[in-house]
């Protein structure tokens, strides 16, 4: 009995320890279905890898999964679903810090841009540092890396009111 009381009590005590080490990113709003991804399951998806200056110029690699294929995988209107009202609404990325960012969806759609913002979890071969990760929002193409959010938490489409 007194055994089978201490195997419960170190469950109870292990169990928050094993989801801290599957965080996840959750994608709601305007979506058709609701999507969590744990960044063990980000292998699964495609990937690429893309080239970001960090803040002070020096270049490096990020590899994951385009943001593309994340949103048309939520059922959010991308590509030919893109336009009329659909092109008011955005896409807001929350970090653990509290760190937020915008971004129309017009930004993220292929059929608007070559660039590829990607959800990271590797840079230059390794796994992000604890700072930076797991996983991190990389956004090529522009004069500095601020929209790059790391240690990405959520991800809400709305459409924008006012
Ligand atoms: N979560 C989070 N992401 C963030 C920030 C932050 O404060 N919190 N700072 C941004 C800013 S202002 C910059 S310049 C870059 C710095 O990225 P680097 O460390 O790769 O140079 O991260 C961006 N991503
Ligand atoms: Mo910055």
């Given amino acids: 009995m007194k055994l089978y009381i201490l195997f419960l009590f170190l469950n109870v005590c ?5 989801a801290q080490q599957k965080p996840a990113v959750k994608i709601s709003g305007e979506v058709a279905t609701p999507l969590t ?10 990937r690429i890898t893309v080239n970001l200056k960090d803040r002070d110029g020096k270049d490096h690699s990020y590899s994951g ?19 009329g009202k659909n092109l008011s609404k955005y896409l807001m990325v929350k970090c653990a810090d509290g760190y937020e960012v915008l971004f129309s969806l017009a930004e993220l759609d292929s059929s608007f841009t070559d660039r590829q913002v990607i959800l990271a979890n590797e840079t230059d071969g390794h796994a992000l540092p604890a ?3 797991p996983l991190r929002l990389v956004v090529p193409g522009e004069k500095k890396p601020a929209r790059s959010s790391f240690q990405v938490v ?9």
């Fill in 37 to 46: 991804i744990y960044v063990d399951s980000l292998a699964q998806w495609p």
């Fill in 14 to 18: 292990t169990l928050p320890v094993l």
């Fill in 131 to 133: 700072d930076k990760g």
């Fill in 154 to 162: 959520e991800m809400v489409v709305r459409f924008a009111k006012d």
């Fill in 65 to 83: 999964t385009p943001l593309q294929a994340i949103l048309e995988k939520a059922g959010v209107t991308m590509g030919k679903q893109l336009r």
